[in-house]
C-alpha cells in the first residue's frame, strides 16, 4: 500500500490538466498509471499495458502498490497532457494506433527516455537521446517470423570463440538486433491471441 505522503502527491498530480481520466480510453477517475510514461490509465487499459511487458510499460496503482521516490518524479515530470503533446508532435505517431503499436514506436521510446532523464533531473534532448536511432518493430507476424528466421539463422555463423567475456563475439548492435527480433516475434504472438485483440 502506498504511503500518506505517495497517495497525496499523486491525488494532487491526478487533479492537474488532463489527469482525470484515463490517458488510452478517456475514462474518469483512473487509479493506475503507467510509471513508464507518467500517464494515468484506467483499470482495462492498466491490463492492456501491463501485457506489453515492463520494458514497455511499468504499471502501477495510485493506493495499492509501494511506490519508490523515482517512480514519483516521473509522474511529476510525465502527466497525460504532456505525454499526448509530445507524442502529437512526433512524426512516427497516429492516433488510431493500437497500444502495441504506440508504445513499440519510435516516439514512445524517446518519450521513455525523456521522462527517465527528466526524472533524474537532467536536461533531455532528442538529438542526444539513446532512443534517437529506435526503428518501429513490425506488427504483423509473418514479418515478425521472417525476422525471426533471418536472425536464427544468422546466430549459429555469428559466434565465434569466447575470450575474457560471456558476450565475446557478439556486436552489441547484433546483441540488440536479436533483442527487437525476439520481441516482435512474441509482440506478434501475443497480439494473435483472442484475449488481447479488444
Known sequence: MSSPRTRLVLKDL???DENKYCFECNAHNPQWVSVTYGIFICLECSGK????????????????????????EKMKVGGNKNAKLFF?????????????????????????DKISTEAQGKPWSE????????????EN??????SYNRSSSSLSNSYEQPTNSYQSGFSSEHLKSQTADFFSRKQAENSSRPEYNN
Open 127 to 138: 538529438a542526444s537521446s539513446s532512443a534517437a536511432n529506435h526503428s518501429n518493430i513490425r
Open 49 to 72: 499495458h501491463r501485457s506489453l511487458g515492463v520494458h514497455l510499460s511499468f504499471v502501477r496503482s495510485l493506493t495499492l502498490d509501494k511506490w519508490k521516490d523515482i517512480e514519483l
Open 141 to 146: 507476424s509473418s514479418s515478425a517470423s521472417l
Open 14 to 16: 491526478q487533479l492537474k
Open 88 to 112: 502529437e508532435s512526433q512524426p512516427d505517431y497516429k492516433p488510431n494506433m493500437s497500444i502495441q503499436q504506440k508504445y513499440n514506436s519510435r516516439c514512445a521510446a524517446l518519450y521513455r
